[in-house]
């Protein structure tokens, strides 16, 4: 079975510790609060208050052991890069990172972590998904630099001809899925205008979707 390890016990870390042992995981949560520490110790196997900055305590603690850590420290940035920069020294695999603006994302990436995430910004979008039923936005994390997305045709893309468009040479991604007239088509026909009411799957790197994204 996998070991886990979740070094934050904010709001975020808090429920991931809980939710993960409440599977039946094997959980260490570590903060340098005491009364984070208390407040999850009942569930999980094993809670440590330490200074995740200080190589030594993950190592002691049997953090850097973990097959998946998850690093939920927001605000201090500079706590929470360190923290991934010795996790991924120490070996750890996977290495899952809370990131509070994009900035502190592309830094948490370029360190090596495994995943990025934007807890935030991801539940805000489902969000919308769930209100605003006529907007579709959907979103698979292949890699950390790899998307695939379901949306409702971004504005730029609206009344224009797919070959005219030219996703692969102007905007670098590929267009594998195309819904008009409420079927599915993968079969994507380069003649078709495409309408505000179709809904488009695309693949492609995470800046170049995120590019596209904004224009919804
Ligand atoms: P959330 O939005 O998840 O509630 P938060 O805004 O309360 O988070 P963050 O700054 O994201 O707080 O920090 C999350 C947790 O990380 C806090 O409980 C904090 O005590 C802990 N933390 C911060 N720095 C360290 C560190 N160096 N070592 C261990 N834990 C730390």
Redesign the pocket.
């Known amino acids: 079975m996998k070991s886990y390890a979740v ?8 429920h991931i510790a809980k939710g993960l042992a409440e599977q039946g995981l094997d959980v260490i949560a ?4 005491p009364e ?1 520490v208390k407040q999850v110790g009942d569930y999980v196997e094993d809670a440590v208050v ?4 200080d190589i030594k305590a993950l190592e002691d603690s049997g953090i850097a052991k973990a097959d998946v850590v998850i690093v ?5 940035i500079e ?2 890069t ?2 991934v920069m010795s996790l991924i020294d120490l070996g750890v695999k996977q290495v899952i990172a ?1 990131a ?1 603006s994009v900035l502190h994302g592309k830094i948490l990436t370029k360190l090596g972590a495994y995943k990025v995430i934007h ?1 935030e910004r991801e539940a805000a979008m489902k969000l919308v998904k769930n209100i605003a039923e006529h907007i579709h936005y959907d979103t698979i994390d292949l890699s950390n630099t790899m998307r695939i997305v379901k949306f409702s045709v971004p504005k730029i893309f609206i009344n224009k001809r797919i070959a005219d468009i030219d996703f692969e040479r102007t905007h670098k991604v590929r267009l594998i899925a195309h819904k008009y007239n409420g079927i599915w088509h993968t079969d994507i026909d380069e003649n078709l205008i495409i309408q505000d009411t179709d809904i488009l799957v695309i693949i492609g790197n995470v800046i170049d979707i995120e590019k596209i994204s904004k224009t919804l």
């Open positions: 070094i934050g016990l904010g709001r975020f870390g808090y570590a903060d340098n609060d984070k330490l200074d995740s900055t939920s420290i927001g605000e201090n706590a929470s360190l923290t809370k509070i807890p």
